[in-house]
């Protein structure tokens, strides 16, 4: 629960710092702080709604869906950007000073209602494939999606409907209306990248396909992971020992590896351990397995980070052979456990009939698996054997002395297992009696063998005189799965990603350990966990880019400029891409999350622009003016979108509370590839809509009219 709060502080304390710097640049681009205090209503109105519909829902505000809001703070004020921005140029522009202040807002809004609204649909559309996700990764982003969805369409609403009737209200520039101070900065630099683009344009198609090879090469480079770790703020120190140990030794081999830990792991305060399985039964695990959940103190005594730690808790182990220790984190461990049976990042399941070529199978994959760099710790107990004391009865022997087999049997085994002989009620407490043959015999053999046993008719004789009582080594455990056995072979990966991890480990057991005929194996874990997500990812956005593309062509009634804004999408997720890479980050489900925002807002900045030039040819203007008009004036609301998006991530990129983990890879890709995007929206999609937005006929005009 702790852990949870300090979480959700972190994104709330995110939330709060992304919005201050939303209204900075607000005001830095709007140059009037009405204008932009206009358009930060939309923000807490946004999510005043948006909570009202998740109650409406049944949802609830937790890390997860706040996480949603965090994501969407710069997307729920680009709606309201574009209309402000669009009143404020009708009511400074001195061709409309004749017409009514109020028929002019209204004409602003209805310019710019169907790009509005078709590009906050699309970024709807493009988060609505995180609602097909399954498992753990459906539990975890389906309410960011959910939240996300709410809040555009909030978003939209405001934007159409409360900030025209702010702007009649508080919006008073005069004609003439200067610019602020950054966009008589910007505009002119932009204006002079435009002409030398049109002027080199095979120069900056070359450098565009450059950009995507270089980031396809760095796309096979970054690692890929399902979700990134959470720093819990703990250690969970698990020790395996030879499963044949008894209580007593287990209990003094933990003891003895506290002590050790405690006198040379300064970092450690207290060792809270627990052996064999829970009085309810709910966590299994064998006398042989210990979880010892370490007590810290503050990390600003530490000598180094949480690595170092682990590292130097593996040196101090070092000490007890015997003893295979792994680390954890307790929800880590026990989320492992819920998702694949089994606590460590990869789960190798090798199914088959025969027991001992299981455990052949086991030891041959154990060995492989540690041998690849990346393993800290790798452990089976297939290839393990424990001693068992074998009764094969004698039925003739039995029948001469008067016992029924099954009347042997039982007797036998209540020597060892104990006979239920009812139960005992002390208040709430039901106290189960059992009857049991003397503790030692059941843990000597000779003494086993030599008790006496009553048959039914009197007689008197020794177990020995009516079973073979012989000694031998078998499996540890049996262990099925969908009807069928398998041994288990855990391994903890660190210092590199899993899927890397897996791809080596799946060839080089392909090339080393044949199968025979009739058995198989099944990778599981965190790397099944991130090949379910990839896989239903690759066939849900395909779909919504069918979605998307099919609302363009609505919006435009045309093919061309829909194709055009569908081909910018690759040039939007190069820097993406590039800032994974460079920052050695993974791409994993969050990083997934900030490529489809991206993708969403790349798309929107593409029909914002292509919009307007077109609404610019509708008006007269030939199409190389309206292509360079039409780009310099939508300088101003592409910057603004793709500024404010960036920098509302800003807080959860530098955050290091509980859960940043898992918002810092979106962050990274969505501040990375806006980047790369709005360079390509302002200088790319301009050249290409004058080469090929239109039909042939413009398009040889617009060339003569550039040359």
């Known amino acids: ?104 807002i209204l004409v602003a809004t209805s310019e ?38 709410m809040a555009l369409g909030a978003s939209l609403l405001l934007a159409l409907t409360l900030i025209p009737v702010l702007a009649s209200l508080g919006l008073r520039p005069a004609p003439g209306h200067h610019e602020p101070w950054l966009m008589r900065r910007l505009a002119p630099a932009y204006a002079r990248l435009l002409d030398g683009a049109f002027a080199r344009q095979p120069l900056v198609l070359a450098l565009a396909v450059v950009a995507l090879a270089v980031a396809g090469f760095a796309y096979t ?5 399902f979700l990134p770790t959470l720093d819990e703020g703990t250690v969970l120190m698990q020790l395996a020992k030879h499963p044949s140990i008894g209580l007593a030794h287990s209990v003094a081999g933990d003891l003895a590896v506290q002590k050790t830990v405690l006198a040379h792991v300064p970092e450690v305060e207290a060792v809270i351990a627990r052996v064999g399985s829970d009085e309810l039964g709910l ?235 009739g058995y198989r194996i099944v990778w599981g874990g965190q790397f099944e966990n991130q090949q379910r997500a990839a896989a239903r990812l690759s066939v849900v956005l395909p779909i919504a880019l069918g979605l998307i593309f099919a609302l363009l062509y609505a919006t435009f009634g045309a093919l061309r400029p829909a194709i055009l804004i569908l081909l910018m999408i690759p ?36 029909l914002v622009m292509v919009s307007h030039i077109r609404h610019l040819r509708e008006e007269g203007l030939p199409l190389a003016e309206a292509v360079v008009a039409g780009a310099r004036r939508r300088l101003r609301p592409v910057l603004m979108t793709a500024s404010i998006a960036a920098f509302g991530l800003v807080p959860l990129l530098f955050a290091t509370g509980p859960g940043s983990e898992i918002q810092k890879p979106l962050a990274i890709v969505v501040i990375g590839g806006l980047v790369t995007s709005t360079l390509l929206t302002l200088v790319m999609l301009p050249l290409l809509y004058a080469r090929f937005g239109e039909g042939r006929a413009d398009r040889a005009r617009s060339m003569d009219e550039l040359a």
């Open 1 to 104: 629960g702790d852990l949870i709060g300090r979480a959700v502080a972190t994104v709330e304390d995110a939330l709060l710092e992304a919005s201050v710097l939303v209204i900075l640049l607000l005001l830095l681009f709007l140059g009037d702080w009405r204008a932009a205090l206009i358009v930060t209503a939309a923000l807490p109105m946004a999510a005043l709604i948006t909570f009202i519909l998740m109650r409406g829902f049944g949802l609830s505000a937790n890390l997860m869906s706040l996480g949603g809001l965090a994501i969407a703070i710069g997307l729920l004020v680009d709606g309201a950007v574009v209309v402000v921005e669009n009143i404020v140029e009708r009511l400074t522009d001195p061709r409309h000073h004749g017409t009514g202040r109020l028929n002019r």
């Open 221 to 225: 480079r970054v690692g890929k992971i």
């Open 571 to 606: 040039f939007a997720l190069v820097g993406g891409i590039l800032a994974l890479w460079a920052s050695g980050a993974y791409l994993s489900v969050p990083a997934s999350v900030g490529f489809i925002a991206l993708l969403g807002i790349a798309v929107l900045n593409g």
């Open 283 to 517: 966590d299994p695990m064998g006398l042989n397995e210990t979880d010892s959940f370490l007590v810290l103190r503050p990390r600003a005594t530490w000598r180094g980070d949480k690595d170092f730690l682990v590292g130097e808790l593996r040196r101090a182990l070092a000490a007890h052979p015997g003893i295979e220790p792994s680390f954890t984190q307790p929800i880590e461990m026990r989320v492992s456990e819920m998702l694949t049976g089994s606590r460590g990042d990869l789960a190798v399941k090798i199914f088959g009939p025969d027991l001992a070529e299981l455990g052949r199978l086991a030891g041959e994959v154990e060995r492989r698996l540690a041998a690849i760099d990346g393993a800290t710790e790798v452990i089976t107990v297939a290839d393990d054997q424990v001693d068992y004391l074998s009764l094969e009865i004698d039925r003739l022997a039995a029948g001469r002395a008067g016992f029924q087999v099954e009347t042997l049997q039982a007797s036998l085994r209540a020597q060892v297992e104990g006979l239920a002989a009812g139960t005992v009620t002390d208040g709430l407490r039901r106290i189960p009696v059992v009857i049991r043959g003397p503790e030692a015999a059941s843990g000597n053999a000779t003494l086993f063998a030599d008790q006496l046993l009553l048959s039914p008719t009197g007689m008197r004789a020794r177990a020995s005189d009516l079973a073979r009582v012989t000694r031998g080594e078998g499996p540890v455990k049996l262990e099925h799965e969908q009807g069928s056995r398998f041994a288990l072979v855990q391994a903890f990966v660190s210092g590199r990603d899993i899927v890397g991890y897996v791809r080596e480990a799946q060839a080089k057991i392909a090339a080393e350990v044949p199968l025979p005929q």
């Open 112 to 149: 710019v209602i169907q790009p509005v609204t078709s590009g906050i649909l699309i970024i709807i559309l493009v988060f609505l494939p995180l609602l097909s996700l399954e498992g753990l990764e459906g539990k975890l982003f389906a309410p960011v999606a959910l939240t996300i969805v």
